[in-house]
């Protein structure tokens, strides 16, 4: 069974599973190079189709991971909003209207008859049945499906599907058991959402600096968000919109009383003020607090220790760790594309589970994108007209250059699926150096100076370093840091004495691992500092020609892609001159 998932809103996407196995998943904007693309997901599509040897005429199902029709709960509350705020009323009508009209509905609707001609293929070749699921089944499947777990409980937790915001799960085997729903306008991502407009950051992009920033501050806001959102029996809440609301705030649109309880909002790039740090606290806080209710309900219904996460509040790593550290759970799987990207992959999963539980394909890592042979490479390498040396054995080259404190861009096998670079389109650095945040910060990424880095970690000595509990492939929980290790490797310790953690196992990425491997050879050791290979407000490089330009635009020392070694001082070859030929 040749199933392709689609995801057409925000982080458009597509996914192929054959016969329960994923072969390949992808995000559209690292093809079009327009950070959190939407729409019809062609190019993901297309290359998904490739990467499995096949064409639109061999598969058999295509799904979509929204059921455009079921637009009546929006419908409903958007006309109550007539009588108590009308012009919160407009703000609403005139997005639903958009999304009828030109947008979002149609896309989805006319997707069957379409997909052929977008692909170019004849529509007449074409006999797949196309689905319509719901949007939060395909976030479940997305994360039950691909766990190590034969049953699970299951929350999802978005803006919003179709109506629901939060959904909880009771899976066993092949399936997935909706235990009970949380509808629109009770949304924890969108409160979340709004809270990052009004500190001065993109609503639905910049939710993960308003969680690096929360640890600078304290929980002075608490009663003001414990006025606004409420816990209730089953795991539910509500939250009252006197305060905020999405929609209104990505206009910068706040209430009397937001404004009353906490000043004025933020105008980007302004200077971040205490009270801004305060806010983001609260609000982390009262993510977690949300999620330990939830989760608990969860635990004593079902009666499990085991859990996965997915929708795009399940991205928020400081949430799933308190969710580890103070429930019952002890085994918490996370889609690592939790948002929804990650809902193509669900959206193939669900339309066609595997034949039977021995069937089922667990996520042991998110390489599932293109990758390129060093015959690809090298002649992208001698278009830009550059010097490039060849190392048989990259990894170690690589690690003496870390080891004399370079900054190095690593470009290796398939593409990360998801948000986080994950040791293939990765920039990494020395974590002994504590000046190395900020130099990269400043003069690589282009971003905040508040924002951390992540460490990449052998397995096998992540214990000595973090107080991690179990793997953590998917840089998706943080832990820890050992006191004694926080002098050693500095650079990726939070403010809060946490890092977003990723361990790195010799199956999963063996010349990633070998890395990290040569470089505590060097230095004695095993953590390296690992962040994403882009600039502020660009996706993750996907392309050869989209590594050397990222390089080239940045003050990187030196780029690892495929077998080939670029430098910008020659000094720098001859640190590792030894390994090339």
């Given amino acids: 069974m040749n199933v392709l998932g689609l995801n057409t809103m925000e982080n458009a996407s597509a996914a192929l599973v054959i016969d329960g196995r994923i072969i390949s ?28 040897g096949l064409r639109l005429k061999d598969i058999d199902i295509a ?6 029709w079921r637009l009546s709960h929006r419908i409903l509350h958007v006309l109550k909003l007539a009588f108590s705020s009308p ?20 896309r989805m609707i006319s997707l069957p008859g379409n997909l052929p001609r977008l692909l170019g293929e004849d529509p007449r070749a074409c006999h797949y049945r196309f689905k319509f699921l719901d949007h939060h089944d395909c976030h479940a499947a997305s994360a039950f499906y691909p766990s190590p777990y034969p049953e699970a409980a299951v929350l999802t937790v978005d803006g919003a599907g179709e109506s629901s915001c939060i959904s909880f799960y009771r899976s066993s085997g092949l399936k997935l058991n909706r235990l009970h729903t ?12 709004a809270a990052t407009a009004f500190l001065g950051f993109k609503a639905c992009s910049g939710e993960g600096k308003v969680m690096g920033l929360a640890p600078y501050g304290e929980d002075n806001y608490a009663e003001q968000f414990n006025r606004m959102v409420s816990l209730h029996e089953g795991g539910k809440i509500t939250i009252d919109f006197k305060w905020l609301d999405y929609h209104l705030a990505r206009r910068q649109i706040f209430t009397p009383l937001t404004r009353q309880s906490f000043g004025l909002p933020r105008m980007k790039e302004a200077p971040l003020e205490k009270r801004h740090m305060d806010i983001a606290a609260s609000l982390q806080a009262t993510l977690e607090r949300a999620a330990l209710h939830m989760t608990g309900y969860l635990s004593r219904q079902t009666g499990l220790d085991t859990l996965c996460l ?3 509040v ?5 949430m799933n760790q308190r969710i580890m550290e103070s429930t019952p759970f002890r085994h918490v799987f996370i889609q ?19 034949a039977c539980p021995g069937d089922r394909h667990e996520m042991r890592h998110a390489f599932l994108g293109p990758q390129f042979s060093d015959n690809a490479i090298e002649p992208a390498i001698e278009q830009k007209g550059l010097r490039a040396k060849y190392f048989p054995d990259i990894a170690r080259a690589v690690a003496q250059l870390l080891a004399q404190g370079k900054i190095v861009g690593w470009f290796q096998g398939r593409m990360e699926f998801g948000p986080r670079a994950l040791g293939n389109r990765s920039i990494l650095a020395d974590p002994r ?15 905040e100076p508040f924002r951390p880095f992540a460490p990449a970690v052998l397995v096998e000595r992540a214990p000595e370093y973090f107080e991690c509990i179990g793997e953590y492939p998917f840089m998706t929980k943080v832990a820890n840091v050992r006191p004694a290790a926080r002098e050693v490797i500095p650079a990726i310790v939070h403010v809060d004495g946490t890092a977003r953690l990723q361990t790195i196992s010799r199956d999963a990425n063996p010349i990633f691992y070998r890395l990290i491997e040569n470089f505590c050879r060097l230095t004695n050791v095993p953590v390296i500092l690992n962040t994403s290979f882009n600039v502020r407000g660009e996706p993750i490089v996907c392309t050869p020609e989209n590594a050397i330009d990222c390089y080239l635009n940045t003050e990187m020392d030196a780029l690892a892609i495929g077998s080939f070694l670029l430098v910008k001082r020659n000094d720098d070859f001859k640190l590792c001159a030894k390994h090339g030929s």
């Avoid at 559209?28 to 950070?35: A, G, H, N, P, V």
């Avoid at 150096?433 to 971003?447: C, F, L, T």
Wanted: proline content about 6%; hydrophobic content about 45%; overall charge neutral.
């Fill in 25 to 52: 998943a992808a995000e559209e904007e690292r093809f079009t190079r327009i950070k959190h693309q939407e729409g019809v997901p062609v190019h993901a599509a297309d290359y998904c189709l490739k990467e499995g």
């Fill in 63 to 68: 799904a979509l991971d929204w059921q455009p």
């Fill in 87 to 106: 012009g919160h009323f407009m703000v609403k009508l005139k997005r639903g209207a958009s999304q009828v009209t030109g947008n979002e509905w149609q």
């Fill in 182 to 193: 949380v509808l629109l306008p009770h949304s924890l991502g969108h409160l979340y959402s």
């Fill in 310 to 312: 997915a929708g795009g």
């Fill in 314 to 318: 399940a991205l928020n790593a400081s």
């Fill in 336 to 354: 690592p594309a939790a948002g929804d990207a990650g809902a193509a992959l669900g959206a193939a999963l669900a339309a066609a589970p595997p």
């Fill in 433 to 447: 150096k504590a000046e190395m945040k900020d130099i990269i910060n400043a003069r690589v990424k282009h971003r």
